[in-house]
């Protein structure tokens, strides 16, 4: 079964740092790989989803890379701001139409 | 666009009490939808999914059970609940296919079972 890492659990930076979440997966039999963004007590909210045939995907301040062969991806902050502070989760999608997550990344960016 | 429903927000129940939770999708056909469990301090345990109407399959035995009576309606049930049951719930959808495409998320339940 696929199981997903996320380190490290917590993240406090100050602001304007650049920063890196990382993600591992035991399998490399996947189809795509997502990072979500989750505030306190709400749903989760897509940032970037890579199939499994890319290697990065960029969005504003976010880049999000997959090295599917070694089992992990990177997700890259640039000039981190307060509206950053959240918990970064990454979802690895299989087969059977499943995702799996990790347990989160908390990040905290001090004003 | 598309857009997913989730309701309620948050809900008390005894412990013994029935459970209904409901999400709904618009604007996407035939989508996978998902049903997962998110306890303090743990990450997302996938409950049930569905590919297409009166088809889901079930990651976890437990007293919940889910329904799919219409193409973008899923149900989250339970006939007593239990304590253990208290958690935080989402409801998600992706498009279907081979390849798994992006997956969406309602803003959840929280539920407390006291």
């Known amino acids: 079964k696929q199981e997903v890492t996320q380190i490290p659990a917590a993240l406090s930076v100050p602001e304007g740092e650049n920063l890196v979440l990382n993600c591992s997966f035991t399998d490399s039999a996947i189809y795509n790989l997502q990072w979500f963004r989750q505030d306190p007590g709400k749903g989760l909210t897509s940032l970037l989803l890579?199939?499994?045939?890319?290697r990065e995907q960029t969005s504003g301040r976010l880049n999000a890379s997959l090295d599917k062969s070694s089992g992990r991806s990177t997700l890259y902050i640039a000039a981190s701001q307060p509206g950053d502070s959240a918990t970064y989760l990454c979802?690895?999608?299989?087969?059977?139409?499943?995702?799996?997550f990790g347990t989160g990344t908390s990040l905290t960016v001090i004003p | 666009s598309q857009t997913i429903h989730q309701w309620p927000a948050t809900l008390v129940q005894p412990v013994g009490s029935p459970l209904s939770l409901e999400c709904t999708v618009e604007g996407t056909s035939n989508p996978n939808l998902y049903w997962y469990r998110q306890a303090a301090g743990r990450g997302l345990q996938l409950l049930f999914y569905s590919v297409g109407i009166g088809q889901i399959s079930s990651e976890v035995p437990q007293n919940l059970s889910a329904s799919r009576p219409q193409d973008r309606q899923f149900i989250l049930s339970s006939k007593k609940l239990l304590l253990s049951d208290s958690g935080f719930y989402l409801c998600?959808?992706?498009?279907?296919?081979?390849?798994?495409?992006?997956?969406?998320f309602g803003q959840g339940t929280r539920l407390t079972v006291v």
């Open positions: 998600a959808w992706s498009g279907t296919g081979v390849m798994n495409t992006e997956a969406f």
């Open positions: 979802a690895v999608g299989g087969s059977g139409n499943q995702f799996y």
């Open positions: 890579i199939q499994s045939s890319q």
